[in-house]
């Protein structure tokens, strides 16, 4: 199923309800007005690309769908190649089947490929030969063997006139499709190639492989010209932009990644799958890519292509982007974006923390505070100038965030420190550890100091309200611990949780407080009234942590175990949007600038990934 949303109202547009099982192979028709998939269980599904309308079913195949491929002659035939030995070719004008089936090989047929002409189909199957077909009348014209192991694509060149191969064996085949012979071998990949494909102009040739990388070679000599490296597993196929300027991989680390291809660079990650991608292709008419994935979704991303610009990191997509970046060595337990949205800070338990630089990602200072420490929680002062870490050895630190030199210790915990907040005058520092006591420490004067009993267990989260009269904590006893300020008096305590808090955050006007739980839920509370306003309800796991977004935005975000960030809307409780991550979600911060929407999410893996909505429009 997919389902295309209208990001600007949250509303869904259109769906496409059908397929069963997982999806294996996706195509855009020539002319982009229908959509072709195939399923694990052999249903091919003709789809209207507008409204998601099924306009015909296929089903005689009897295994699984491994290849489409729509003649490029705009005369409404598909090719698809299946585990069941078996090639067909289809009349989606009619809806039915062109010709009886294409049968001769002895193993799963794993790809097909139509020429510039339509008129022969090539076909690479796991009996090791390519085969050539006449596509108008089915007739078998030639059965040729060069590579060592079964073959797993094949792929006509633009003029028809030679088509690559790849192979089990780590390597790739150049053919005359007149002699039916093999003009060079092209080897350099470390492990199985996946994929083959010329480029439009016919003048490279690009490969994807099981070790990860993507290869370029010259199509005239067979030398290699490049590599492509940056996905963590094996890259499962890729596709053309339709000027033939851009290449978009999808891989088994269920990321697509969008590559210049000439300049050899990376240009942005797109993530939303949870787990590995199946197949991609571009629309011939716009700047759309469908992707079929493991998780048994088809997600369309509206990609704009541009080269990467001097300075920055982020790839226009329209009105989001995406961009996610390998920050430490282990999990990452805190992001936090600066007030004005220029800085953002992350801490993990690699033993670090890092500041970067929002609009180029670049890392600006990567600090190893001590030895055998975990960096639990990191906080900007309200004015930028000072940062606050807390860490697993009990110690507050605070760093001059224009330097990031260490300023001084300002408070110790009898235990483990797992959070930090700055009074939004940048004088005091709220901190809470697993000795269950809330440190109220003078930032300037760090002996004047005012220690609660914040709990009776571990406390996980402090936050003061921006108006400077709340203080709230929670943790492993599920209660949010409510104290006035100036003098601290302990107030009613929120109940409602079953399970630990882990995060807080105020509402921008001081009126609402935010928290996530282990028990899957969001809950937000009215510190006037004292009681339980709404529950958002949505994670299958834990919530590990919670963000208000500026006051005009509306909205709450909440990140989980379950690789979601969703957006809630706060006035009428309803799921807004939603992110799918690589890894299970351990923080969340929020921000605006003068014209974007700033979203960072840290994983349990290293990575951080930053969402930015452009004009405000999500």
């Known amino acids: 199923m997919v389902i295309i949303w209208d990001l600007s109202e949250g509303k869904e547009l259109s769906r496409f309800e059908g397929n069963t099982r997982p999806i294996t192979a996706i195509e855009y028709s020539p002319d982009g007005s229908c959509i072709a998939s195939g399923a ?20 005689f195949h009897t295994a699984c769908i491994t290849s489409l491929c729509w003649s490029p002659t705009s005369d409404g035939r598909l090719a698809s190649s299946s585990d069941d030995y078996t090639i067909r070719i289809w009349d989606t004008i009619n809806g039915k089947e062109a010709m009886k089936p294409l049968t001769g090989h002895t193993n799963a047929v794993k790809s097909v ?40 694509c094949c792929h006509f060149s633009p003029n028809g006139k030679r088509i690559v191969t790849c192979s089990w064996d780590f390597s790739l085949a150049l ?16 492990s199985s190639v996946s994929y083959c494909r010329f480029s439009p102009d016919g003048k490279t040739i690009v490969s994807a492989s099981f070790d990860g990388t993507l290869k370029i070679w010259d199509a005239e000599s067979a030398s290699e010209i490049t590599t492509l490296s940056g996905h963590s597993a094996r890259v499962n196929c890729f596709c053309f932009s339709p000027d033939g300027i851009n290449i978009a991989s999808v891989s088994d680390d269920s990321t ?39 998780d048994r979704t088809l997600k369309i991303w509206d990609v704009g292509l541009v080269k990467e610009e001097s300075g920055s990191s982020f790839g226009d997509t329209g009105d989001e982007v995406r961009q996610k970046v390998s920050g430490h060595q282990s999990q990452v337990n805190d992001v936090k974006l600066s007030p004005d949205a220029v800085r953002l800070a992350t801490a993990s338990d690699d033993g670090t923390f890092a500041m970067w630089d929002v609009a180029t990602l670049k890392k600006l200072r990567h600090v190893h505070i001590r030895d055998k420490v975990k960096v639990k929680a990191v906080q900007f002062s309200p004015s930028v100038n000072v940062l606050a870490t807390a860490s697993d050895d009990g110690i507050i630190d605070l760093w001059d965030a224009r330097t990031r030199e260490r300023i001084r210790e300002v408070t110790s915990h009898q235990g483990p ?9 940048d004088y005091s520092i709220i901190s809470g550890g697993w000795d269950c006591q809330i440190h109220i420490t003078d930032s300037r004067r760090p002996e004047n100091k005012e220690v609660i009993l914040g709990a009776e267990d571990w406390i996980q989260s402090v936050a003061i309200s921006p108006d400077r009269k709340y203080i709230c904590s929670s943790g492993w006893d599920t209660v949010l611990r409510l104290y006035q300020c100036s003098p601290t008096t302990e107030k009613p305590s929120l109940l409602g949780h079953t399970k630990m ?14 928290s996530s739980s282990y028990d899957s839920c969001v809950k937000l509370w009215n510190l006037t009234t004292g ?11 834990k919530v590990n942590a919670v963000a208000f977004a500026p006051k005009q935005d509306g909205i709450v975000l909440s990140a989980g175990s379950d690789h979601r960030v969703i957006l809630w809307d706060v006035s009428s409780g309803n799921l807004r949007n939603e992110f799918i991550c690589q890894a299970p979600v351990t923080s969340v911060s929020v921000q605006r600038n003068a014209r974007d929407l700033i979203m960072v999410f840290g994983d349990t893996i290293g990575n951080i990934d930053i969402a930015k909505f452009i004009t405000g429009v999500y």
């Open 113 to 152: 490929s139509f020429d510039n002409q339509g008129k022969l189909l090539a076909s690479a199957a796991r009996d090791n030969t390519l085969r050539i077909w006449d596509s108008r009348n089915g007739n078998q014209l030639n059965s040729l063997r060069g590579h060592l192991d079964w073959l797993n």
């Open 417 to 425: 420190a797992t959070c930090c907040a700055f009074s939004s005058d």
């Open 501 to 514: 808090v882990s995060s807080l955050s105020f509402s921008s006007d001081s009126r609402l407080i935010a």
């Open 40 to 59: 694990e269980d052999g249903v091919i599904i003709i789809w209207n690309s507008d409204d998601g309308s099924r306009l015909h079913t296929f089903t």
């Open 531 to 541: 009681k339980l306003e709404r529950t958002f309800a949505g994670h299958t796991g």
């Open 256 to 294: 697509i990644k969008v590559w210049d291809p000439l300049a050899a660079t990376e240009l942005s990650t797109l993530i939303g799958h949870s787990a590995g991608i199946r197949d991609g292709c571009f629309s011939p008419i716009n700047k759309q890519i469908i992707t079929a994935s493991d």
């Open 175 to 190: 053919w005359n499709v007149k002699k039916g012979s093999v003009i060079s071998s092209m080897k350099g990949h470390q």
